[in-house]
């Protein structure tokens, strides 16, 4: 009977240490390593420079978690070779971070939900006038 | 008394790997709640959310 209660109490104890972990885990994903926070600057010091383009229809944002020139006409010629090098950059960007999420999390195979997850925030965010891809990949105007 | 072992052990070892399974599952919400807190952070959108970024108004004044 002592030697039953014993198993019982590891048993018990055990099950609690898994359960709040798996709680822990499921309460919120790791964005801080070193990687992450690298890339979350770079966009945001890169932000200032799209901001504008964004604004004039330029640049949109497309259904797939990414940015795309909807409208090269709509930048200035002598700034379009810049403007679509941030936009590459930025894209190379988005695409480490989805990655690097996954990542540190320890689910690799969760990339293409991180990705869609942030497609689906970065549009419901963006603000009035931005252009944004619907479901079907048309370009509408927010 | 063996067999009521192996019944809780049974039992045990089917929660635990119930917890375990929950986990391979994407946990959706958790990363809606970080993409929010990334693009907040990346277009620089309100700096009042939940308290989490406590910025002093004068602060942001003087960036």
């Given at each position: 009977m002592r030697n039953f209660l014993g198993v019982m109490r590891v048993w018990v104890a055990l099950l609690l240490v898994v359960m709040a972990a798996s709680a822990q885990a499921a309460a919120n994903l790791e964005?801080?390593?070193?990687?992450?926070?690298?890339?979350r600057s770079s966009q945001q010091a890169r932000h200032s420079l799209l901001a504008s383009h964004y604004a004039s229809g330029a640049v949109g944002l497309t259904r797939d978690g990414m940015i795309a020139l909807r409208d090269a006409s709509?930048?200035?010629?002598?700034?379009?070779?810049?403007?679509?090098?941030?936009?590459?950059?930025?894209?190379?960007?988005?695409?480490?971070?989805?990655?690097?999420?996954?990542?540190?999390?320890?689910h690799p195979e969760w990339e293409a939900?991180?990705?869609?997850?942030?497609?689906?925030?970065?549009?419901?965010?963006?603000?009035?006038?931005?252009y944004v891809q619907n479901a079907r990949g048309e370009w509408v105007r927010k | 008394?063996?067999?009521?072992?192996?019944?809780?052990?049974?039992?045990a070892g089917c929660l635990l790997a119930s917890c375990?399974?929950?986990?391979?599952?994407?946990?959706?919400a958790a990363a809606e709640k970080a993409a929010d807190?990334?693009?907040?952070?990346?277009w620089q959108l309100k700096k009042d959310s939940a308290g989490v970024e406590s910025k002093v108004p004068g602060e942001e004044k003087a960036k």
């Amino acid at each position: 009977m002592r030697n039953f209660l014993g198993v019982m109490r590891v048993w018990v104890a055990l099950l609690l240490v898994v359960m709040a972990a798996s709680a822990q885990a499921a309460a919120n994903l790791e964005i801080d390593t070193p990687a992450i926070s690298a890339l979350r600057s770079s966009q945001q010091a890169r932000h200032s420079l799209l901001a504008s383009h964004y604004a004039s229809g330029a640049v949109g944002l497309t259904r797939d978690g990414m940015i795309a020139l909807r409208d090269a006409s709509l930048v200035p010629l002598a700034q379009r070779g810049k403007v679509s090098e941030w936009v590459a950059d930025e894209n190379r960007d988005r695409a480490a971070l989805y990655r690097e999420i996954a990542q540190a999390n320890g689910h690799p195979e969760w990339e293409a939900e991180i990705r869609a997850t942030f497609a689906e925030r970065w549009i419901l965010k963006a603000p009035a006038g931005w252009y944004v891809q619907n479901a079907r990949g048309e370009w509408v105007r927010k | 008394m063996r067999s009521r072992m192996m019944v809780v052990g049974a039992a045990a070892g089917c929660l635990l790997a119930s917890c375990v399974t929950i986990n391979i599952y994407f946990p959706a919400a958790a990363a809606e709640k970080a993409a929010d807190k990334i693009i907040d952070e990346v277009w620089q959108l309100k700096k009042d959310s939940a308290g989490v970024e406590s910025k002093v108004p004068g602060e942001e004044k003087a960036k």
